[in-house]
C-alpha cells in the first residue's frame, strides 16, 4: 500500500512491502502451472467416465 508524502514531497512510495512482494514469483509460477495444466487437459482430455456416459445418453435426441 502507498505510503503518504511526508514534508513537502509530493511523491508516493508505490514499493510493495517486502511480503507480498516474495510472493509474486510463486503466484507467477503457480499461474503459469494452471495455464499449462489446463492446455494439457484441453489437448488431451481423460476418458469420459460413467457419470458423464449417462448424462449424454440421457440427452434429448436430435430429430
Known sequence: ???PASGD???INAQ???EPKATLPT???LSE???LLV????ENPPAPNERLQAAI???P???
Open 57 to 59: 445418453a440421457a440427452l
Open 16 to 18: 510493495p512491502p517486502p
Open 9 to 11: 514531497n509530493k511523491r
Open 1 to 3: 500500500m502507498p505510503k
Open 39 to 42: 492446455l494439457s487437459q484441453l
Open 61 to 63: 435426441k436430435p430429430a
Open 33 to 35: 502451472r494452471g495455464i
Open 27 to 29: 503466484a507467477a509460477a
